[in-house]
């Protein structure tokens, strides 16, 4: 669907312009705003992932944050279909069966509670981070091959459906200028899906700028 290849587009751009407005400016660094890109392994795995964070830190060494991360070009394995019998004029032929790839996305949205540990004067700041919220899993299936119809001949609708997600992992920054920061984030999460539950590691280069 248009509306479907538009969403990575358009998260993209989100994560690249969103900072843009936020300026390098002296402040008490208790409101950031941080970009990511990255990968997700695990369930379907590797698969690119872009994210955006807001943080708010009322006292050291807590703070709080909103995620909102998007997984696209998800694989989710494959099956197969039943297999084929044709009726021929002088005997039955059974083909082997066909075989489908299961692709999606996944669009999560959470709060976390992040703990920052204390490293005294240095320039690096490495933190934790847990919590929770909901996630979007879309499932499509594709024909990939077959004896009776060529492969990609079949697509099915596809379906979604909301889960829970509960995640928890963590990072290092370092702090390249005044107010801004350039760091590596590692996070697990678990999707309660209907289906079987995905686990997801995601590896994220990010940027963030702290006001």
């Not at 039943?82 to 959470?110: H, K, N, S």
Request: proline share 8%; aromatic share 10%.
């Amino acid at each position: 669907m248009p509306s479907t290849r538009l969403l990575p587009r358009v998260f993209l751009v989100l994560v690249l312009l969103v900072p843009a407005p936020v300026q390098a400016q002296a402040g008490d660094g208790k409101v950031s705003i941080s970009s990511s890109i990255g990968a997700s392994v695990a369930d379907g795995g590797p698969a690119p992932a872009l994210g955006v964070t807001f943080g708010y830190r009322p006292m050291e060494p807590f703070g709080f944050e909103l995620e909102l991360s998007y997984l696209l070009s998800m694989d989710f394995g494959e099956f197969d279909g039943p297999r084929i019998l044709a009726l021929g004029l002088f005997r039955p032929t059974i083909y082997p069966p066909l075989e489908f790839d299961v692709t999606g996305r996944a669009v999560m949205f959470g709060a976390n509670v992040v703990g920052y540990l204390p490293v005294g004067g240095s320039r690096l700041r490495p933190y934790v981070v847990a919590g929770g919220g909901v996630a979007d899993v879309e499932r499509r299936v594709e024909q990939r091959e077959g004896c009776v119809c060529p492969a990609g001949s079949y697509r099915g609708p596809g379906f979604s459906e909301t889960a829970l997600a509960l995640s928890a992992g963590g990072g290092l920054d370092l702090q390249a200028w005044r107010a801004v920061a350039v760091g590596v984030d590692a996070r697990y999460t678990h999707l309660f899906t209907d289906a079987d539950a995905i686990d997801l590691a995601r590896i994220s280069g990010r940027v963030t700028w702290r006001f």
